[in-house]
């Protein structure tokens, strides 16, 4: 009886989400066919699913418009500079407010906090007018440095600290170890998890960061692949087959380092103990 | 030894912090600062930074005349009056059906959560298309059942309707997994007794789930107000704030007297009204999580 | 464990540290090294503001560099870089670094960067904003350089273009091309109804009878066109003599000349029928207008004639002629200027750049041939070529055109063009949506604007 009960809300469940994930996904699908139809076939009423036949064209003529590999590349290295560097230092700043108390230590962490609430919009121009002044514009470290450092990642990571028992790092005290041992013996194998969940946020911000680029890069070695996103929808605003090979483009790495890092992503949220 | 303790234990805290530090003073703090500056000058983004004027609470209170900051935290309003409870009631919904253990369960969790990871960059241009009135795949569904669909995103009444489901669409698989997280963490002691005393499922999601969800529902509705009163991105790509400043918002417009309109001051001022209406939105939250968010299990 | 992440630690070190070095790398390695460029910069500053007259060329050794950002280019950007060769062919003595920035994030970034103080030492405006970067004191002031320089003549540009860089008798950028709107119209739909075509005499009522005529529903086919919005606005209530600002530079929007005018546009829809409904957001997509008119859908529209190449693979006859008015003639103009910031530390050489990219013959030739946009220029010459292009057949007509322009509207406050071309787009919206009358809609318009000039 109740395992009927079971078998039948299983399959009920099995409805709903499916019918949710088709609906969620769909769209990328409808993105990536659009990718490789012409420009009749993509407006054409009634809309089919799959192209007629499966062309290139749209690949090679945006490859001709920007250079796709070298944006493509600087996206890539900023992205991973930007992830690593975010990560060791969140995750520093995480260990002292979890875990090595000092006076003022809660009126730090609140000024933290209270950056997460003010739009980039506004912060944009005084932090350009730095950049230049310190002859930062167009160069790497411009791109990445103000992408290094994230309050809500710190918040994360210290979320999921404090659960750490404090006896694990005393045991390690006693065997003699310093604060810099326990952070890299206890605490950082500890929250890999959520350190995995971090990197995706990480990653995917700076991957799809497209106003401070546009901003502090100048030259074409430099530019990163929202810009030529942009260039591309700058340039043909309703050839969707043309756009839509661009998103291909810009969301096939960000969905890899998805799937790679997705396996742990729920324990690490479950961690960090949102509460 | 308990001396050299403390030594060690505040040189640890400084070098471990300082990088943070250091970062949140140059990127973040810098900047706001100087904003707040700003927001006090008439500097119009064009004449050379050193060479803005101070002029007082004029632009505070240019903020308070002004009847587009009225229309943009109304249509902030309708925003939040359509997506909040939508995203809330949708992604628990979500969450408790991925958290059963049937098979295949992460495949589900994996593909809700794939529209987060894309910029609202990319996105947005995929929904204007198929948004299309004429020639968009909604509108053509929707024609197969017998509805004329809308100019959706050239229609001051359905543009807004437009972002807010396109929003939710984007932003579910965050939430559901986020509360999901929170599922997780419930006791399956709770659910066991409770089927002990034959409670139904209804009950059972209302008394047990909802209860010990409330610190992570909590969360979830703090960072979506945030998130909804910064509303900006997916706005400027698929209507401009338009049509007839019908999707226009507070980041809108900070965005485009700061850029196009030469009014960076003004744009600034605009931004800590903002940062207000965030503070006191999120301390009132806190107030009413105090009556019923259950925090000891 | 420690030591994999240990190893993250050092693998992320090392990348950025190798990216620094990469940057560093990159400044070295360009062809003028940081020290020898800034001492050429120097000296070219000292000869530019202190003796322009005879400001020697620098030493072929040390090329000074030019930054260069422009937004005409989008599209264009292997006719930019060949112009660009040209000039540095016949300059060994200057580069020029370009960048082209899509339309829609031009303004950001040229204002943050001017905020900065990194300006580019060349940049392009549109009229219409070239009078709020004057203003603000943003452009360097060519007039020493013009005098300086004895080969160069003010008339080989249009005079009406080179004066629309001039601000308070300063001569601050040179106009680099230009543009106007025209009436198209597909010439086998007016032969298949046996229509006489288009010509300068007619008027918005001839324009509608035969819009009446060629419209056929059945056939989506529609007799006119034109979109509501703030520029189509100004230019059609000039064709029926009114205008945004009085003679004074009062707002007069809500003049009755204007309310006439918005109702007919939005009467050719709505009420004659003659134009797509006005809830089609097919044709308020993007470019949505043009590509109805290459497919034989539309018989008569206004378009930029920046839009012949795009209309060359058109499969029917079409020709250009001038727009219809009510009560007289009216034409949009448009030009885009090349302009040097105030800031560049080399104003001689920018000046030999603009002057160049503007009017040398080889150089406007390239940009008539890849039909990029039109050059100011008076040379016969150079322009015959560009008239000799077919279709359009009657190409006389983009020059008769500029007898009867309008310039963009800037008013008496230039810094707030785009705050003004907003709020009026706005209220248009709601005529268009049916939400206000004409009247009603331009009323607000006027409460709106009087407000921002106050």
């Not at chain 2, 197969?144 to 939710?168: E, N, R, S, Y």
């Not at chain 2, 509360?179 to 419930?186: E, V």
């Not at chain 3, 580019?120 to 020493?144: H, R, S």
Request: proline residues 5%; charged residues 15%.
């Amino acid at each position: 009886m109740t395992g009927r009960k079971k078998s039948a809300a299983d399959l009920a469940a099995h409805l709903f989400l499916a019918l949710l994930a088709v609906a969620l996904t769909f769209p990328f699908l409808w993105m990536l066919m659009g990718a490789f139809k012409d420009n009749l076939e993509v407006v054409a009423m009634p809309p089919r699913l799959l192209p007629s036949s499966w062309n290139f064209d749209n690949f090679s003529k945006i490859e001709g418009y920007f250079p796709l590999y070298r944006f493509f590349a600087n996206s890539a290295l900023v992205a991973v500079a930007t992830t690593l560097l975010q990560l060791a230092i969140c995750t520093m700043a995480a260990y002292v407010f979890a875990k090595i108390a000092f006076k003022g230590r809660q009126s730090v962490f609140i000024l933290f906090l209270t950056t997460m609430m003010i739009p980039a919009q506004v912060t944009l121009v005084p932090l350009f007018i730095l950049f230049s002044r310190t002859d930062l514009i167009d160069t790497y470290a411009g791109l990445i440095l103000p992408g290094i450092f994230s309050a809500y990642g710190t918040f994360l990571l210290r979320q999921s600290i404090i659960t750490i028992p404090n006896e694990l790092m005393e045991a390690a005290f006693i065997d003699g170890a310093s604060y810099y041992r326990v952070f890299f013996s206890v605490i950082v194998p500890l929250v890999k998890p959520t350190l995995s969940a971090l990197s995706i946020f990480a990653f995917m911000s700076s991957w799809n960061n497209f106003l401070w680029p546009l901003i502090v890069v100048n030259s074409k070695e430099l530019m990163t692949l929202p810009l030529g996103l942009s260039k591309l929808q700058g340039q043909w605003s309703t050839e969707w087959n043309l756009l839509m090979a661009g998103n291909v483009v810009s969301f096939v790495p960000i969905f890899i380092v998805f799937l790679f890092a997705q396996r742990y992503f729920i324990k690490g949220i479950t961690m960090t103990g949102i509460k | 030894m308990v001396g050299q303790r403390k030594w060690s234990r505040r040189t640890a805290a400084i070098v471990f912090l300082t990088p943070a530090l250091l970062c949140l003073l140059a990127f973040q703090l810098l900047p706001m600062v100087s904003s707040i500056l700003i927001s006090f000058t008439d500097w119009d983004l064009l004449t050379h930074w050193t060479k803005m004027n101070f002029i007082g609470w004029d632009n505070y209170a240019q903020v308070f005349r002004e009847e587009k900051s009225y229309t943009a935290i109304r249509n902030v309003f309708v925003f939040l009056l359509g997506y909040l409870p939508s995203i809330v009631v949708l992604g628990t919904l979500l969450a408790v059906m991925l958290n059963r253990p049937i098979r295949g369960v992460k495949v589900y969790r994996a593909a809700v959560f794939v529209p987060v990871i894309t910029s609202w960059v990319a996105v947005s241009i995929v929904w204007r298309w198929l948004l299309n009135g004429q020639s968009g795949l909604i509108n053509y569904l929707l024609s197969q059942v017998g509805i004329q669909g809308p100019i959706w995103l050239q229609d001051d009444f359905w543009a807004m309707i437009a972002i807010i489901l396109v929003t939710l669409w984007k932003d579910i698989g965050f939430v559901s997994i986020i509360l999901l997280a929170g599922l997780q963490d419930i006791s399956e002691d709770y659910y066991e007794a409770a089927e002990l005393d034959g409670a139904s499922p209804w009950s059972k999601l209302w008394r047990i789930t909802v209860p010990l969800l409330s610190p992570t529902l909590y969360f979830v509705v703090t960072i979506s107000l945030i998130n909804s009163f910064q509303l900006f991105d997916q706005v400027l790509i698929m209507t401009n704030g338009g049509p007839a400043g019908a999707t226009s918002t507070i980041v809108e417009q900070v965005y485009r007297n700061a850029f196009q309109f030469n009014k960076m001051g003004f744009a600034a001022a605009q931004s800590w009204v903002l940062l207000l209406i965030i503070f006191v939105s999120t301390l009132v939250l806190q107030q009413v999580q105090r009556r019923w968010v259950v925090y000891d299990r | 464990m420690r030591t994999k992440s240990g190893a993250l630690l050092l693998l992320g070190t090392t990348i950025v540290l190798s990216a620094c070095g990469a940057d560093k790398e990159n400044n070295t390695a360009s062809p003028s090294a940081a020290s020898p460029q800034s001492s050429s910069t120097a000296s070219a500053t000292g000869s530019a503001t202190a003796a322009p007259s005879d400001s020697p060329a620098p030493s072929a050794k040390d090329p000074v560099t030019l930054k260069l950002m422009t937004y005409t280019a989008s599209g264009q950007e292997q006719t930019l870089k060949a112009m660009i060769d040209a000039f540095q062919a016949a300059n060994a003595d200057i580069k020029v670094d370009y960048e082209v920035v899509p339309y829609a994030d031009y303004t950001t970034k040229l204002n943050t960067l001017l905020a900065g103080g990194s300006a580019p030492d060349l940049f392009e405006v549109g009229y219409e904003n070239f009078l709020t970067y004057a203003a603000k004191d943003q452009l360097l002031d060519l007039t020493p350089s013009i005098a300086a320089d004895s080969s160069f003549k003010p008339d080989v540009y249009k005079k009406l273009a080179y004066d629309a860089f001039n601000y308070n008798g300063k001569q601050m950028g040179v106009t680099e091309s230009f543009s106007d709107v025209v009436l198209f119209y597909n010439k086998d739909l007016f032969d298949a109804e046996g229509l006489a075509y288009p010509d300068a005499s007619w008027t918005w009522k001839e324009e509608l009878t035969a819009a009446q005529k060629l419209t056929d529903a059945k056939k989506g086919i529609w007799g006119t066109y034109a979109p509501i919005q703030f520029y189509e606005f100004y230019k059609t209530i000039a064709q029926n003599g009114g205008g945004v600002w009085s003679a004074d530079g009062k707002p007069t929007l809500n003049s009755p000349a204007n309310v006439e005018a918005l109702q007919w546009m939005i009467d050719k829809a709505s009420k004659y029928k003659v134009s797509p409904p006005l809830n089609d957001d097919t044709f308020n997509q993007p470019d949505a207008d043009l590509n109805a008119f290459v497919n034989g859908k539309l018989a008569m529209a206004r378009f930029g004639i920046w839009n012949f190449a795009k209309f060359s693979e058109a499969k029917f006859n079409w020709d250009i002629a001038l727009e219809p008015g009510n009560t007289q003639k009216a034409h949009h103009f448009f030009a885009d200027g090349l302009v040097a910031a105030k800031t560049t530390k080399n104003a001689d050489a920018a000046w030999r750049f603009m002057k160049f990219f503007t009017s040398a013959p080889e150089a406007v030739s390239k940009r008539i041939e890849a039909g990029w946009s039109i050059p100011a220029v008076t040379d016969p010459a150079v322009m015959d070529a560009y008239y000799k292009q077919k279709p359009p057949e009657s190409k006389q007509v983009v020059t008769d055109a500029l007898d009867s322009l309008v310039l963009p509207p800037v008013g008496p406050k230039p810094e707030k063009w785009g705050e003004f071309t907003a709020a009026v787009g706005e209220e248009l919206d709601k005529a268009k949506l049916g939400r206000s009358s004409a009247q009603e809609a331009l009323d607000a318009a006027q409460k709106r604007v009087e407000a921002l000039v106050k």
